[in-house]
């Protein structure tokens, strides 16, 4: 930030003429300290993966320990940017560079994960835009902001409900990861888990909410949908070896309709996560929690037809394939998606608290990792892909009747591919990984704006783990239902 500490201010001081020697070395000096700074500055953010409010008070830091090494004053750091930092040509195109790094850097940090963060980029930008425009004084900017965004994320951070209710034994199992941490920024979360061979085969844990709190699940709807895909083989109303066009002829003509349904359940028909339109709409309304995945079939279809279909026959993980895959069925079978759901998974195992969130809401506001509240996921044409609503006590109902054989679709759970990972194979949609424990697990996680999800089922011992949370705590939820599933080995 301080990038006009670094040159020498003979110069510009005291007047030299800035074409001649003098002039020239300081302007070279100031060149030399900017784009020193400002690789070290990005580097170390990067290296240490710092957050908003880390990568700012890292600059501010970098600025003490630049401005005390070529020993200048500290009291320039406060003065107005006129005076101080930004009275020569090399001041003023540092404090330039300093407020287009700082979202240059919020940008790439959380690309990967906009639609849980954005909103801190959009306000961290805000904030840093609107106190400089007000102090003109960019190193005092930059610690307003840091401040200011760190008091955001501590009020905003969801903390972990009090209420506790359900099986004391698994409360307990619980407390462990609760004294590691492991349970920090959740609010409420509903555990249970399923021992066939047990005295008491279904446990349920809750804290805050209770059993029978309705949830996202997010993409634990694939495996629900490879469920009803693998039934509606055995129905002969699909095959895997069919082209998708054979039941979406929407598609025909198009190289995305070539594709099978076999490579939409595993992963391999190289359709993108998900299509441009969709990603679009997300980017303008996740950063203030509005729901953005509404798109609808027509518009899903024409995302389908231009793919580029880049990585077709390795894996890659696609919600927008599992949505095609997902409305082919349904259209196979003369339904809607919502009621093929209902009618082949849901009503016959008594799932009564399970449906598919379409037309309107079925759950309240969830809330993102970093805090912020976030509208339930209203589906159209993507609920195959992430749009059922379900409970603890429900899902207990669907892994009992997948450990017990009872469940239409099990072929769905037997691995027909590999996936990117060495030890894991993928069946229509289910994942199968085997672990060190020598435990095969079949499974599925999910994840919403506002909800996270993970389903785990040890076949061969006739155990699962069940884990629901309304705040996208991601890999925590998984990790939280790997744990638990490996301690009832």
Known sequence: MALHSFHRPAADEAGTDSSSGPGRRGRRWGQLAAVVFSAVWIVLGWLLSLDAVGFLVLGIALVVVFQLG??????????????????????????????????????????TTWVD????????????????????????????????????????????ARGRSGDPGLLTQLSDPHRMGSLHGYRDLAVA???LNAAQPVRLANIGGTASTPMEVGSLTKAMTGLVVADSIRRGELRLDAPVSTYLPQLHGAAAGDVTMGELVTHRAGYAE?????????AWSAPVGRNWITTSLDQMMQEVRSGALATRGSYSYSTLGAATAGQAAAAAAGMSYPELMRTRLFEPLGMAATAIQTGHRLVQDGKTASGLAVQPWVFDAYAPG???VSTATDLTILATALLSGTAPG????TATASTDQSNTGIGDFWRVTHWQTGQTITWHNGQTAGYTSYLGLDREHHKA???????????????LGVGLLAQAR
């Open 274 to 282: 998900f299509g441009a339109a969709t990603l679009r709409r997300a």
């Open 70 to 111: 070529c020993r200048r004053p500290l009291r320039q750091l406060v003065a107005r940017d006129g005076a101080g930092l930004a009275r020569s040509r090399t001041g003023k195109v540092g404090v330039a560079a300093v407020l287009l790094l700082i979202p240059a850097y919020l940008v790439v940090r959380y690309a």
């Open 386 to 388: 992430g749009a059922a």
């Open 465 to 479: 783990v069940i884990v629901l949370s309304d705040v996208a705590v991601d890999p925590g939820t998984t990790d």
């Open 193 to 195: 888990t399923v021992d």
């Open 117 to 160: 963060n954005s909103w801190l980029l959009l306000l961290a930008v805000g904030v840093l835009l609107l106190a400089y425009v007000l102090l003109r004084r960019v190193v005092v900017a930059v610690a307003i902001t840091a401040v200011l965004v760190a008091g955001v994320m501590w009020v905003q951070t969801p903390r972990l």
């Open 410 to 413: 099990l072929d769905a759970l």
